[in-house]
């Protein structure tokens, strides 16, 4: 799906940011996802869904069979043998990650066609991805499960952030200005718009009918240790944020390394030496990760 | 690789203790024994730079190029926390590596 930028601008004749309901209900292109991500989701859901019926129905998205496949046969996951049919991947990768890449798939592909003049989209979904690796890698080492629900947070933490630069590029403006002070980004999107790319992405992730704990993964991200009540959620994305700023794999705006909650480290229970292996499999999957995807 | 955790055999019979580090040989007797995975402390790159160890960086071997960039990354990150101090030290490494 692709749209144009006129699309979603918001001018305010008043010269005042709009409201973050404004934000959210402007953007028409972006307040949806395509409808065959609804039919997987609602087969998914179906207890008496069968693989195949399942399989049948991706398949009848060409371009989303081909990407899909191209990711589950790509080092991501690493099968000895060639994955050639929608419902073997079914089958071997499981119906709930299935939907949550084609979730990742049809999210990154909702923002294709933005002009490069507007923000970096490359380096943007680079740093995306580089949470999600980590937040995936997090994942299994705690032994979730549904790993991959910690990679489709990583693509959607900052795509509140997306919005605004695409919505409100003269709020952000002034964002960016108030930013070249010192601070970090969110706390100027916070004082200048007087919320942030957080609210924003949680708020827009609901009004696609996400579930809860995507959205409060994204809505907590830089305060895991306040979310009600999805807090591993929260607090994997958070510390997977903290890592891919320290690799500096790409980069959605913000130029520093976010304050680590303390409380969030805790609820993780990870072992500092785990570090190093999120780092290092981050480094190494990232290239793959970002040709598959984008 | 290091060892975070004794590997054992299906009968509990110890087969690699707890801070060793596992070899070609150990990882051919781990499949031997149908043992699929173990969990390791520290990841040791092709140069034989052992991450995941406190690996004490001499402050001044660590270019000044380096200390300013790391300044700016963490300028708004307490880097009293233990993770922290990890991540500060992987990133010289990888900094270090790559200049």
Not at chain 1, 131 to 148: H, W
């Amino acid at each position: 799906m692709h749209f144009e930028k006129n699309e979603i601008s918001l001018k305010d004749a008043s010269n005042r940011a709009p409201s973050i309901e404004d934000l959210i209900e402007g953007s028409i292109q972006l307040g949806s996802l395509p409808t065959i991500f609804y039919q997987i989701n609602s087969a998914v859901e179906n207890p008496e869904s069968s693989f195949a019926e399942i399989g049948h129905i991706i398949s009848q998205d060409t371009a989303l069979t081909a990407r899909l496949l191209k990711i589950v046969n790509s080092s991501f996951f690493g099968f000895s043998s060639k994955v050639e049919t929608i419902t073997h991947a079914v089958t071997i990768v499981g119906m709930v990650q299935l939907r949550d890449l084609a979730l990742a798939t049809a999210i990154i592909n909702n923002f294709k066609g933005i002009p490069k003049d507007v923000v970096n989209m490359r380096s943007f979904w680079q740093h995306s991805i580089a949470v999600g690796l980590a937040g995936r890698v997090i994942g299994v080492y705690l032994k979730e499960v549904n790993p991959e629900r910690f990679y489709v947070l990583g693509l959607l933490h900052d795509l509140g952030r997306l919005l605004l630069y695409l919505a409100v590029p003269e709020d952000m403006s002034r964002v960016l200005i108030k930013y070249s002070h010192g601070g970090l980004l969110h706390e100027a999107e916070d004082e200048v718009l007087g919320w942030d790319h957080a609210e924003v992405g949680g708020r827009l992730l609901r009004k696609w009918n996400l579930p809860d704990r995507l959205v409060e993964g994204v809505l907590y991200h830089h305060n895991p240790s306040g979310a009600p009540r999805f807090q591993v959620e929260a607090a994997v994305t958070h510390v997977a944020d903290i890592m891919a700023q320290v690799l500096e794999l790409g980069n959605s705006g913000e130029r520093y390394v976010p304050p680590l909650d303390g409380e969030a480290w805790k609820i993780l229970g990870l072992p500092t030496s785990f570090l190093s292996t999120v780092l290092a499999q981050v480094d190494r999957q990232a290239g793959e990760a970002v040709k598959v995807f984008l | 690789m290091v060892l975070a955790n004794h590997a054992r055999d299906l009968n509990g019979g110890l087969l690699l203790a707890i801070g060793e580090k596992i070899t070609d040989k150990h990882i051919l007797a781990f499949k031997a024994w149908g043992i699929t995975e173990v969990e390791i402390d520290s990841y040791e790159d092709e140069n034989g730079i052992v991450e995941g160890q406190s690996s004490e960086i001499n402050v001044e071997s660590i270019p000044t190029q380096v200390r300013e960039e790391l300044d700016e990354l963490f300028r708004y990150t307490d880097r009293r926390h233990p993770a922290i101090e990890e991540l500060i030290e992987l990133c010289i490494l990888k900094k270090m590596k790559s200049h």
